[in-house]
């Protein structure tokens, strides 16, 4: 299997699998003299860490950080970092039932049909499982634009799980963290505690969707055609597992409104050029312009249910398929950090990108 590597400067290759002992992340091109411990990554692995409230799996995974390489005396060195979680809590026995049989919805099939192996425990390299070294990663690369860009935040939060949708108009940048659903709407959680504790009794699960905002972006950042910032936030996203729409700003909502409605208008202000508002998620011909950075992306519904679903077994026979084991009734919920992990990887890459390409140089607007 190849292909487990992306980032162009700031490279990320993940390894391991949800049943196997270990996985991780090997990642080069961190700049050097970065300050950066285990402490550090564990907060934003926390985030995402299973079994943490009952709207999760609850599957109990320490998702201990450990620093292999790469890192002295509390700074990167330069040289590759390597990342490593060990895996505690695997219950393989879970999946002995469907080893010669492929679960609707999953990677199973296709794995099959494409290597002629597959390893079925949890889904080997196709589990939600393998973000967790993404996340390791990810918080290498925000420790590294701690350094370089001060002051740049990433968020991401929940704005919609199955037919619950957030009132944007009630948005609290402040509740994020203080549920655990990740949403900045605070009045509505109740709804969705009740919401989702029905679709867990129904032995079903919902999908999702998820917004990432990165505030403090210089402008400047990304190049024309192929080499575009919202090509690689897009391509980034779209390989967290499960996801299967990925927008920029107004996304697909753009092709409803006018060239009027659609066009951010731009004024001179005190620090530079400012706009009337951000139908663009802060990227114009595929560069960013200072504005917030929105990005969102949509999360299928956790294919391991108790339902029972038709399918086949190896030998071509029909079958009904019930998944055991421990799963996220609402996967989008420990999505959201692997988002920021993946958007904060590739702003890092696309800065030490434009760092060697042009030096910081910048065109002159106004006097």
């Given at each position: 299997m190849?292909?487990?590597?992306?980032?162009?400067?700031f490279?990320?290759t993940?390894w391991g699998e949800s049943?196997g002992?270990a996985?991780?992340a090997?990642?080069d091109?961190?700049?050097?003299?970065?300050?950066?411990?285990?402490?550090?990554?564990?907060?934003?692995?926390?985030?995402?860490?299973?079994?943490?409230?009952?709207?999760?799996?609850?599957?109990?995974?320490p998702?201990?950080?450990?620093i292999l390489?790469?890192?002295?005396e509390?700074?990167?060195?330069?040289t590759?970092?390597q990342?490593?979680?060990?895996?505690?809590?695997q219950?393989?026995?879970?999946?002995?039932?469907?080893?010669q049989t492929?679960?609707?919805?999953?990677a199973d099939?296709t794995?099959?049909?494409?290597?002629g192996i597959r390893?079925?425990r949890?889904?080997?390299?196709?589990?939600?499982?393998e973000?967790?070294a993404?996340?390791a990663?990810?918080?290498?690369?925000?420790?590294?634009?701690n350094e370089?860009?001060?002051g740049?935040e990433?968020?991401?939060?929940?704005?919609?799980?199955?037919e619950?949708?957030?009132?944007r108009?009630?948005?609290?940048w402040?509740?994020?963290?203080?549920?655990?659903?990740?949403?900045?709407?605070a009045?509505?959680?109740?709804?969705w505690?009740k919401?989702?504790?029905e679709?867990?009794?129904g032995?079903?699960?919902?999908?999702?969707e998820i917004?990432?905002?990165?505030r403090?972006?210089?402008?400047?950042?990304?190049a024309p055609?192929?080499g575009?910032l919202?090509?690689?936030l897009?391509a980034?996203?779209m390989s967290?597992n499960?996801?299967?729409?990925?927008?920029?700003?107004?996304?697909m909502a753009?092709?409803r409104?006018?060239?009027?409605?659609?066009?951010?208008?731009?004024?001179?202000?005190?620090?530079?050029?400012?706009?009337?508002?951000?139908?663009s998620?802060?990227?114009?011909?595929?560069i960013?312009?200072g504005?917030?950075?929105?990005?969102?992306f949509?999360?299928?519904p956790?294919?391991s249910?108790?339902?029972?679903?038709r399918s086949?077994?190896?030998?071509?026979s029909p079958?009904?398929?019930?998944?055991?084991?421990?799963?996220?009734?609402?996967?989008?919920?420990?999505?959201?950090?692997?988002?920021?992990?993946?958007?904060?990887?590739?702003?890092?890459?696309h800065?030490?990108l434009?760092?060697?390409?042009t030096?910081?140089v910048?065109?002159?607007?106004?006097?």
């Amino acid at each position: 299997m190849s292909l487990n590597t992306f980032g162009h400067v700031f490279r990320v290759t993940t390894w391991g699998e949800s049943h196997g002992p270990a996985l991780g992340a090997t990642v080069d091109g961190c700049p050097p003299g970065v300050p950066v411990d285990e402490a550090f990554l564990q907060q934003w692995l926390d985030k995402r860490r299973p079994g943490q409230s009952k709207h999760t799996t609850q599957r109990k995974e320490p998702d201990a950080v450990k620093i292999l390489s790469g890192v002295f005396e509390g700074k990167t060195t330069g040289t590759p970092v390597q990342l490593m979680i060990e895996n505690t809590d695997q219950r393989s026995k879970d999946y002995g039932e469907i080893a010669q049989t492929f679960r609707p919805g999953h990677a199973d099939i296709t794995y099959h049909q494409k290597y002629g192996i597959r390893d079925y425990r949890g889904g080997g390299r196709s589990s939600a499982r393998e973000t967790a070294a993404r996340v390791a990663a990810g918080g290498l690369a925000r420790a590294a634009l701690n350094e370089l860009v001060p002051g740049l935040e990433i968020t991401g939060y929940m704005t919609r799980m199955g037919e619950m949708e957030i009132d944007r108009a009630r948005f609290d940048w402040e509740t994020i963290a203080q549920n655990d659903f990740w949403m900045p709407d605070a009045e509505a959680l109740p709804d969705w505690e009740k919401y989702l504790q029905e679709i867990r009794k129904g032995q079903n699960s919902v999908g999702a969707e998820i917004e990432v905002c990165a505030r403090g972006v210089p402008a400047g950042l990304g190049a024309p055609i192929y080499g575009k910032l919202d090509t690689d936030l897009a391509a980034a996203c779209m390989s967290i597992n499960a996801v299967k729409g990925v927008e920029i700003g107004e996304g697909m909502a753009a092709a409803r409104l006018t060239g009027t409605a659609n066009a951010d208008e731009i004024f001179m202000g005190e620090d530079g050029p400012e706009y009337s508002s951000n139908h663009s998620g802060g990227i114009l011909g595929g560069i960013s312009t200072g504005q917030d950075i929105v990005v969102r992306f949509a999360v299928k519904p956790t294919s391991s249910i108790l339902t029972p679903r038709r399918s086949i077994r190896l030998d071509g026979s029909p079958t009904e398929v019930v998944t055991k084991g421990r799963h996220d009734p609402c996967v989008g919920i420990r999505a959201v950090p692997v988002g920021e992990a993946m958007v904060a990887c590739v702003i890092l890459d696309h800065l030490l990108l434009d760092r060697a390409q042009t030096g910081g140089v910048r065109g002159q607007i106004g006097p």
